[in-house]
């Protein structure tokens, strides 16, 4: 039996095997997701891999209420906690409580991340390390904590980096930083955990559709909006765009990529939007205070705000 979805013809039947093998790919399962609010990238990734099976554990600043009632009422097994990835002993007291719930990790996803655009003789060196802290460091802590929990053979680490941790962008240095060491990591990191049979990846999106970005767009000029425009030749992302790619890498099918940095949106020869973002999101900090997933002083959230 055929039928058509977009013009395109497709067999009924393997569609059906299609989405029965993806609802299974994370059954037994257990995933480890850091920062996540009700909204964004981090909300999109436990949503789909509740959907394709796993139970979910979501660590959290503020507590994602909506989300975990929608797990409530789809009956998805899951723990939820706050967690400071910049402190180690709330970092030890989350996987110790996931290790209690659930008895082992499988997938450990990195997606808490702050950002504080600004140009670099304006940086503190407060403004610096926050963002080292949580973007790097605050993942490092994450990875040494679980890796001796994580399932041998098969466990998987996906960190969320960015396309700025591929290349610059004006008031960016210290995220840029962030998470190009992020990647830089993840690379090494694949080489220690191949003898176990485990992986190490990452993804590194361009621009994406949240609720923080649009804020951001509103104050860009038409010159600034073709500038992202021209960032973005097949168009900005959704927090689903990431999360599809995050459930590719983190399943069997992807047991054969390991070290890898996948661009998302975005290939080095695109440009990046310059000092229009910077103005902008400065402007959008001024009119909106923020909210966070970690705390921060004077930074913005970045799983719930733009510049992945």
Request: aromatic share 6%; proline share 5%; glycine share 8%.
């Amino acid at each position: 039996m055929w039928f058509y979805v977009d013009g395109y013809k497709v067999c009924a039947q393997l569609a059906d095997r299609r989405a029965t093998i993806m609802a299974e790919r994370f059954d037994d399962k257990v995933a480890l997701i850091t920062g996540v609010g009700d909204k964004g990238i981090g909300s999109a990734i436990a949503e789909r891999l509740a959907s394709e099976g796993a139970a979910v554990a979501v660590l959290w600043w503020e507590r994602p209420n909506r989300l975990l009632n929608r797990f409530d009422k789809r009956e998805v097994p899951h723990f939820d906690l706050r967690c400071d990835v910049t402190n180690q002993a709330s970092v030890t007291a989350a996987i110790d409580a996931c290790m209690a719930e659930f008895g082992q990790i499988d997938v450990l996803v990195n997606n808490a991340g702050v950002d504080s655009p600004q140009h670099t003789e304006e940086m503190t060196d407060d403004d610096w390390q926050r963002q080292l802290d949580v973007n790097l460091t605050g993942s490092m802590r994450m990875i040494r904590s679980t890796l001796p929990y994580l399932s041998e053979p098969g466990g998987v680490v996906v960190n969320i980096a960015s396309a700025l941790g591929l290349a610059g962008c004006a008031g960016y240095s210290a995220y840029s930083a962030s998470k190009a060491g992020l990647i830089g990591m993840t690379r090494s990191l694949a080489m220690e955990l191949a003898p176990r049979r485990q992986r190490a990846v990452c993804v590194a999106p361009a621009l994406v559709h949240t609720p923080m970005m649009h804020r951001h767009l509103d104050s860009l000029t038409t010159e600034m909006i073709e500038q992202v425009h021209a960032a973005h030749p097949i168009g900005m992302g959704t927090v689903h765009d990431v999360a599809n790619a995050v459930a590719f890498l983190a399943s069997d099918e992807a047991s054969w990529i390991t070290g890898t940095a996948l661009p998302l949106g975005w290939v080095e020869g695109f440009s990046l939007p310059a000092d229009g973002l910077i103005q902008a999101q400065v402007a959008s900090q001024s009119r909106h205070k923020p909210t966070s997933e970690e705390p921060r002083p004077t930074t913005t959230t970045v799983p719930e705000a733009s510049v992945q």
